[in-house]
């Protein structure tokens, strides 16, 4: 069984940051942006933006972004 799209999502950022990728202080693309280039709710991505903040990896800040800690 695969896992849910927001928990892959997660997964890849969560490496993409890991693997200096994204370096601390770096701006995610947008949840927006993300949404739309895999064809998925937004709502999907926020949820996986919102585990990356909720483990520290990523600060969001409201009407600004979600960047890298």
Do not use: C, W
Not at 17 to 44: C, F, M, Q, W
Not at 50 to 60: A, D, H, I, P, S
């Amino acid at each position: 069984m695969s896992k849910p799209i927001f928990i892959r999502i997660y997964e890849d950022y969560k490496k993409y940051i890991i693997l200096g990728v994204y370096k601390p202080g770096d701006k995610l693309p947008s949840v927006r942006e993300v949404a739309e280039e895999k064809g998925i709710n937004p709502h999907t991505v926020n949820r996986a933006f919102m585990m990356l903040e909720e483990e520290g990896y990523v600060k969001t800040i409201f009407k600004k972004g979600s960047f890298v800690r």
